[in-house]
């Protein structure tokens, strides 16, 4: 459904070294299905979700949605891809006019998108229906953002990013803000909304353990590069990286990133740290298929 290829990602802040945010990354989501996208904070996890609805423009690579080219799409042709994707951010307070009543916020879809109503149907009734999917009373929906708990504003952004029927929700660390309870509950209303509405949805977390709950596939980042991708990635992993942290105990929370360490010009991502490191790791890998999945790694045989 929708592919990323090839997508990179330069910056050149002034007066500093330029910061490779993404590199050469394939991805691809499929119909209705739930990528985990699993990395340290800061491996360019939220870049690449950005690339992929083209907010930042990528240095190099090209993103196709039900194949067609985005790059290649006027900004009028391109609005009209986006009511087909939307985000669920990390932080909802951000995302809500905190002049706004919530239900305004709701329903701001329909106001950008008039034609998107249902024939016959009035944005009252839409916003009604829209509560009762994610759970909030009439009665929230009627305050002020500051005068909701977090997992309720999340719930109503939430309603927004439903309210146009997407066909991928990008779930940009929805529940780290949150409180455990509250996390599982907006976890669980995430997979009965997929369920309901068949969308597919790319989940990005740095908690290896909602990585392994909801996701179909699981895609591991490190340092801007997807270095694993597949089925059972986390149960029977293969990269050094991802087996290093599949053995972090207790919580599942990846550890803060490995400390900056100059990157040796045309190694592997991981060289610096990686205890199994040979002299061809000093070449950067591609990415290889074995058993079913994908692994950026010298020391995996080809398929």
């Known amino acids: 459904m929708i592919e990323g290829r090839g997508l990179t990602k330069i910056f050149n802040p002034p007066g500093k070294n330029r910061i490779i945010a993404v590199d050469r990354v394939d991805i691809r989501i499929n119909a209705g299905e739930t990528l985990a996208l699993v990395g340290e904070s800061g491996c360019g996890k939220s ?12 240095t190099f690579g090209e993103v196709f949605f039900e194949g067609q080219n985005l790059k290649e799409l006027k900004e009028k042709e391109l609005r009209l891809i986006r009511r087909k994707i939307q985000i669920v951010p990390q932080q909802p307070e951000s995302a809500l006019n905190p002049r706004w009543k919530v239900a305004d916020s709701i329903c701001e879809p329909f106001r950008i998108h008039p034609d998107a109503l249902p024939p016959g149907r009035q944005v009252g009734e839409e916003l009604e229906r829209l509560l009762g999917l994610v759970g909030l009373e009439p009665e929230q929906a009627s305050r002020y953002p500051h005068q909701l708990s977090g997992g309720e504003l999340q719930r109503a952004v939430i309603a927004r990013a439903i309210a146009l029927e997407p066909a991928l929700i990008i779930c940009d660390e929805p ?129």
């Not at 870049?47 to 907010?55: A, G």
């Not at 455990?180 to 989940?203: D, E, H, N, P, W």
């Not at 942290?245 to 990846?254: A, E, R, V």
């Not at 991502?269 to 990686?274: G, I, S």
């Open 175 to 303: 529940t780290s803000m949150l409180d455990v309870s509250t996390q599982a509950a907006i976890i669980r209303l995430l997979q009965r909304l997929q369920q309901k509405l068949g969308c597919a949805l790319l989940f990005i977390t740095h908690d290896q353990g909602l990585a392994h709950a909801i996701g179909d596939r699981t895609a591991v980042m490190f340092g801007g590069q997807i270095v694993e991708e597949g089925k059972g990635v986390l149960d029977r992993p293969l990269h050094p990286f991802t087996r290093r942290i599949t053995s972090i105990p207790d919580s599942g929370l990846l550890p803060c990133p490995e400390p900056h360490v100059t990157r040796t010009p045309g190694s592997c991502v991981y060289y610096q740290f990686c205890p199994e490191k040979t002299e061809k790791c000093l070449h950067n890998s591609e990415m290889r298929e074995y058993k079913g999945r994908r692994v950026r790694c010298h020391n995996i045989p080809h398929a």
């Open 47 to 58: 870049t690449l979700s950005r690339l992929l609805l083209l907010l930042i423009p990528p």
